[in-house]
């Protein structure tokens, strides 16, 4: 069964699993998430990514702003 839920797992996997993010997509997150008011769920379903991952970058924008 372990072979199975890994073939299932990785067929079922963001398709930007693992890529990196470009201004493109920054852009696109932030107005996703603040400008709709839409939840790192649907974003993450829109964007291809994690909801975990939609989640560290937006966490990852927030301290380059108030650093940069």
Same mark, same amino acid.
């Given at each position: 069964?372990?072979?199975?839920?890994?073939?299932?797992?990785?067929?079922?996997?963001?398709? $930007?699993? $693992?890529? $990196?993010? $470009?201004?493109?997509?920054?852009?696109?997150?932030?107005?996703?998430?603040?400008?709709?008011?839409?939840?790192?769920?649907?974003? %993450?379903?829109?964007?291809?990514?994690?909801?975990? %991952?939609?989640?560290?970058?937006?966490?990852?924008?927030?301290?380059?702003?108030?650093?940069?």
């Amino acid at each position: 069964w372990v072979d199975k839920q890994r073939d299932i797992d990785y067929l079922t996997r963001p398709r $930007n699993e $693992n890529k $990196n993010w $470009n201004d493109e997509e920054d852009a696109r997150l932030r107005h996703m998430f603040y400008g709709e008011g839409r939840t790192q769920k649907e974003i %993450g379903e829109l964007m291809g990514r994690s909801t975990r %991952g939609i989640q560290k970058r937006l966490d990852r924008l927030r301290k380059m702003k108030v650093t940069g």
